[in-house]
Nanobody
């Protein structure tokens, strides 16, 4: 079965950076779009970024454009979300989705 493991979250100050990873197994990773979502307490899930199966095409939520970068390496079955200039409103649990499956998420907290 599909297994996705997110990592890289943590507590950082506003303006800081984090790099999230999504390691996939049990799936033909290179065939699928990868999505990064986030969900903050009491809020709806938000699609943050997505990347095509080849990695040639990416898209971002307006709230993170210019600050976040999604990437992938199909040889490693891994995707990343580089997050720069983090803001308190970026605080959430971040999940990657591949082939209609998601991992357990990784907590990102932005606070001074």
């Amino acid at each position: 079965q599909v297994q996705l493991v997110e990592s890289g979250g943590g507590l950082v100050q506003p303006g800081g950076s984090l790099r999230l990873s999504c390691a996939a197994s049990g799936v033909a990773f290179s065939r699928y779009i990868v999505y990064w979502y986030r969900q903050a307490p009491g809020q709806e899930r938000e699609l943050v970024a997505q990347i095509s199966s080849t990695g040639r095409s990416t898209d971002y939520a307006d709230s993170v454009k210019g600050r976040f970068t999604i990437s992938r390496d199909n040889a490693k079955n891994t995707a990343w979300l580089q997050m720069n200039n983090l803001k308190p409103e970026d605080t959430a649990i971040y999940y990657c989705f591949v082939a209609a499956s998601r991992g357990q998420g990784t907590q990102v907290t932005i606070s001074s």
